[in-house]
């Protein structure tokens, strides 16, 4: 067996129209907390002991991400962990955001939800 090369993920960047509007967002509806802004990004942390951070990264002409057609079904680049699904759904609905449905099979379950831009992010248990 070979022995990996990488640790883990260290950041996502995620692509947006304004770093301010979307880092109270973020921080709003998630609980990210801001670590720092800039006129181009802003750098959140998703809870004290994540390793990972987000950048929400300011960019010309946006779109949202747009995962190709594929007959696996995915249609976002990652899944955020949650410890309960249902309350994190319960949440995100009660606060306006956009989600659609849950849906998994057995333990396995998952949804996908919208920040303000438009970019589809995904939530699994």
């Known amino acids: 067996m070979i022995k990996p ?3 883990g993920v260290e950041a996502i960047f995620i692509p947006i129209k304004d770093p301010h509007i979307s880092a109270k967002w973020y921080e709003e509806k998630l609980g990210f907390t801001l670590l720092y802004i800039e006129e181009n990004a ?3 942390k998703i809870n004290e002991h994540s390793q990972t951070v987000v ?3 300011k960019t010309e002409n ?8 594929n007959p696996f079904g995915v249609g976002k680049y990652f899944n955020f962990l949650s410890q309960n699904i249902a309350d994190t759904y319960k949440n995100l609905l009660e606060n306006g955001v956009k989600v659609n449905e849950i849906g998994g099979e057995g333990d396995t379950k ?4 919208y920040d303000p831009d438009g970019n589809p992010l995904g939530v699994c248990q």
């Open 5 to 7: 090369l990488l640790d």
């Open 55 to 57: 950048t929400l990264v």
């Open 62 to 69: 946006h779109l949202p991400i747009i995962f190709p057609g």
């Open 42 to 44: 802003a750098v959140m």
């Open 110 to 113: 998952f949804f996908t939800f």
